[in-house]
């Protein structure tokens, strides 16, 4: 069951987003060659618990982190800690915020320095095709019609969509139904409603779409060791379509 908000709810919701696109300009600015990801979490957590938020991953299945960040290979839950960003870099910044009781979930993909043509070009489709999903979040839509969206756009350029991880509902839940695969027929699944709010978020790897844990039981990398990118917002339906309240 897709568990619908009530506008009081949206409400509750954009000002939980609201607090986290602050904080993802935030660590955006900070970013540069040198810096740690260990640092990029502090300033995250200081700013988000100062704003009344909580963060959102902190303690979630034992998550120890404010911020997923995956750099390069790494295509999502890297764990901050001392290693240096370093030029050329591409890295990934996924936060979660909850604020009245409800999340909000985004992420944002940096350059570190100045980065390689290929790196730039896989940033550019990712976050094109995380647009075209969020355009599909609208009323009368089936589910199935973002997945389509988002596929077409690694089609067209060759690159490989991660299977096992897919965008979700959310709401008092990170993770509430439905799965939001990133790949899919159109004109499947449920009927879209004003009042659901989902997270989108495609993941795209330069090379194969397969993937591997790492022994820290969180990172998850290419299996080839080639590029992966990711980006995140958290969008609801509206009567007037898909309002993105991490934007
Ligand atoms: N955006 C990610 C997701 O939706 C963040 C979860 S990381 C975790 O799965 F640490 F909280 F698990
Ligand atoms: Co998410």
Same mark, same amino acid.
């Given at each position: ?100 009781? *409800? *999340? ?54 060759? *690159? ?22 990133? *790949? ?64």
């Amino acid at each position: 069951m897709i568990k619908l908000k009530a506008d009081s709810e949206v409400e509750l919701m954009r000002q939980s987003a609201a607090i986290l696109r602050e904080t993802l300009l935030m660590v955006g600015e900070l970013i540069k060659p040198g810096i740690t990801t260990a640092e990029l979490d502090k300033v995250a957590e200081e700013f988000i618990r100062s704003s009344g938020g909580e963060p959102g991953f902190k303690g979630y299945h034992g998550y120890p982190a404010t911020l997923c960040t995956s750099i390069n290979e790494q295509v999502v839950h890297g764990i901050p800690g001392p290693r240096e960003l370093e030029e050329g870099d591409l890295i990934g910044i996924d936060c979660g915020v909850i604020k009245n009781d *409800y *999340y909000s979930d985004s992420t944002r993909s940096f350059a570190v320095g100045k980065i390689s043509s290929e790196a730039e070009k896989l940033m550019k489709i990712t976050k094109d095709a995380l647009d075209s999903g969020l355009d599909k979040a609208r009323s009368g839509n089936h589910l199935s019609d973002i997945s389509n969206a988002i596929q077409k756009h690694a089609e067209e350029n060759g *690159y490989g969509v991660v299977r096992e991880l897919s965008g979700h509902g959310i709401g008092k839940e990170l993770h509430e139904e439905p799965q939001i695969p990133n *790949y899919g027929s159109p004109g499947r699944g449920p009927i879209l409603e004003a009042g659901m709010v989902f997270a989108i978020e495609p993941m795209f790897n330069e090379g194969t779409e397969e993937i591997k844990t790492l022994k820290d039981g969180w990172t998850i990398v290419t299996k080839d060791g080639k590029l992966s990118c990711h980006f995140e917002d958290t969008v609801a339906i509206t009567k007037n379509g898909p309002e993105i309240l991490t934007r």
